[in-house]
Antibody, heavy 121, light 107 residues
């Protein structure tokens, strides 16, 4: 069964940092691009960032709202995806989803259950 | 950025009804559109990609159509489990963008 399991969410003060993790199973992790998408309570979906696979240089892309504050990375040996969040703001409060993306597309085909990040001032 | 505008934002319907949700893109995206269903408290689930192709396991009561800038998601006969939020997403270009969502509620 294809599965993505996020962890690392919690409460953090504005200006602080937090690192989210996502462990993948049931598929060849190294073949896929991986993304983070977030959703504030009662709001819509917002794409956060992605990391391509090793074959495509593990390059990254970010939404303008998080660029220069968040870093997406991966460790294929651990089937793991990470989101390092720095300089957190109250508006970063959301459920963060780890999402699989077939390479060379922007399709988001498998989602984790999400982990909640709350930033307080 | 490609903007996606969904309509309506809120839809009230009864079991057995046929409903249609529209997603309009700010520029042409061919068939590079996906539709998601999100039940309360759960992660989004991919229903349709590209614009008119149902994913495996999705009931045939769901259908998608459109290309270019206008797309529709139709549910031909609503079942109790279909009452959820629905989102479109463009798969064409960076940055990934979503429609604002349509909340489908039981009348």
């Amino acid at each position: 069964e294809v599965q993505l399991v996020e962890s690392g969410g919690g409460l953090v003060q504005a200006g602080g940092s937090l690192r989210l993790s996502c462990v993948a199973s049931g598929f060849t992790f190294s073949d896929y691009y991986m993304d983070w998408v977030r959703q504030a309570s009662g709001k819509g979906l917002e794409w956060v960032g992605r990391v391509r696979n090793k074959a495509n240089g593990e390059t990254t892309e970010y939404a303008a709202s998080v660029k220069d504050r968040f870093i997406v990375s991966r460790d294929d040996s651990r089937n793991s995806l990470y989101l390092q969040m720095n300089s957190l703001r109250t508006e970063d409060t959301a459920v963060y989803y780890c999402v699989r993306s077939p390479s060379v597309t922007y399709l988001l085909d498998v989602w984790g259950q999400g982990t909640t990040v709350t930033v307080f001032s | 950025d490609i903007q996606l505008t969904q309509s309506p934002s809120f839809l009230s319907a009864s079991v057995g009804d046929r409903v249609t949700i529209t997603c309009r893109a700010s520029q042409g995206i061919g068939s590079s559109l996906a539709w998601f269903q999100q039940e309360p408290g759960k992660a989004p689930k991919l229903l349709i990609y590209p614009a008119s192709t149902l994913r495996s396991g999705v009931p045939s009561s769901f259908s998608g159509s459109g290309s270019g800038t206008e797309f529709t998601l139709t549910i031909s006969s609503l079942q109790p489990e279909d009452f959820a939020n629905y989102y479109c997403q463009q798969v064409k270009n960076y940055p990934i963008t979503f429609g604002q969502g349509t909340r489908l509620e039981i009348k």
